[in-house]
T-cell receptor
């Protein structure tokens, strides 16, 4: 039973356009959400996070939106660059970090020049 | 963020053997974590390695299969014992955020294990 779901295994976007990666969760106790980026042969790299007390967090080209009522979050990358091509993992934790991170299966983003 | 290295980066092993994976961090951290990523699957936490105490294992993982050592605040090992092809995965160690948040973790490069 997956508590964090990334329903799109892959996504292709033109360079310069917006990339939107989606993530849904089922556990209403989750209160902290993270996005990680993973290149081949490397470990996941922390990208951006959001606490459940916010509905948006922005860092440069990356913005994460949280819709608690829908149990949905999304990562927006704008403008998309070829170097953004990677697998993106959504993760969540509950109880202000006192429970393990739960990861989605990832979405492979390809940014086409 | 901490710099984390893992050895080996990859290995191909025979069924029934064991492999020990090392994780080294460039700074002292309280908690280190070991994850597994099976092909096409998400990252799954195996155990939390605390210095000076027994590792805490997640449901479905046992110490006899995945013994863990944590001799100091910068190093940990994970052993995959009596391997079978189902153990073929990427094994990753991670550490918590330097501010102490265990829900923001930084990962090593991973060890890709193939069991024949």
């Amino acid at each position: 039973d997956q508590q964090v779901k990334q329903n799109s295994p892959s996504l292709s976007v033109q360079e310069g356009r917006i990339s939107i990666l989606n993530c849904d969760y089922t556990n209403s106790m989750f209160d902290y959400f993270l996005w990680y980026k993973k290149y081949p042969a490397e470990g996941p790299t922390f990208l951006i996070s959001i606490s459940s007390i916010k509905d948006k967090n922005e860092d440069g080209r990356f913005t994460v939106f949280l819709n608690k009522s829908a149990k949905h979050l999304s990562l927006h990358i704008v403008p998309s660059q070829p170097g953004d091509s990677a697998v993106y993992f959504c993760a969540a934790s509950a109880n202000s970090g006192n429970t393990p991170l739960v990861f989605g299966k990832g979405t492979r983003l390809s940014v086409i020049a | 963020s901490a710099v984390i290295s893992q050895k080996p980066s990859r290995d191909i092993c025979q069924r029934g053997t064991s492999l020990t994976i090392q994780c080294q961090v460039d700074s002292q951290v309280t908690m280190m974590f070991w994850y597994r990523q099976q092909p096409g699957q998400s990252l799954t936490l195996i155990a939390t390695a605390n210095q000076g105490s027994e590792a805490t294992y997640e449901s479905g993982f046992v110490i006899d299969k995945f013994p863990i050592s944590r001799p100091n605040l910068t190093f940990s090992t994970l052993t995959v014992s009596n391997m079978s092809p189902e153990d073929s995965s990427i094994y990753l160690c991670s550490v918590e955020d330097q501010g102490g948040r265990t829900d923001t973790q930084y990962f090593g490069p991973g060890t890709r294990l193939t069991v024949l």
